[in-house]
């Protein structure tokens, strides 16, 4: 499985924007991965935030961050983005950057094998 390592996250205002990075190690990503962004806060759920075909252009978000999130590749630097933008401080908590081997979109953390550690964003009001 590819190793995953998220940054970029911080502390910003509300308003504000932050660009997350999901970079592979180990291996590349391949055709057939599917990347997605999910986000936990202590004491609840895992949630889905977007996702994207590596081998492909289609992406797929969270009613709760269309508009104002966008998921991108550089294949080049085999790396996924996750630009936000007009954050709120609902957004505030940790992001994770996940992988999976199937090239079936998805929006179920137990349908991704890989995981990267995870990084704080914080939105101050």
């Known amino acids: 499985q590819v190793q995953l390592v998220e940054s970029g996250g911080g502390l910003v205002q509300a308003g504000g924007s932050l660009r997350l990075s999901c970079a592979a190690s180990g291996r590349t990503f391949t055709t057939y991965n599917i990347v997605g962004w999910f986000r936990q806060a202590p004491g609840k759920e895992r949630e889905f935030v977007a996702t994207i075909k590596w081998g492909g252009s289609s992406t797929y978000y969270a009613d709760s961050v269309k508009g104002r999130f966008t998921i991108s590749r550089d294949n080049a630097k085999n790396t996924v983005y996750l630009q936000m933008n007009s954050l709120k401080p609902e957004d505030t908590t940790i992001y994770y950057c996940?992988?999976?081997?199937?090239?079936?979109?998805?929006?179920?953390?137990?349908?991704?094998?890989?995981w990267g550690q995870g990084t704080q964003v914080t939105v101050s009001s």
């Open positions: 996940a992988a999976r081997d199937i090239f079936r979109m998805s929006t179920s953390p137990s349908d991704f094998g890989s």
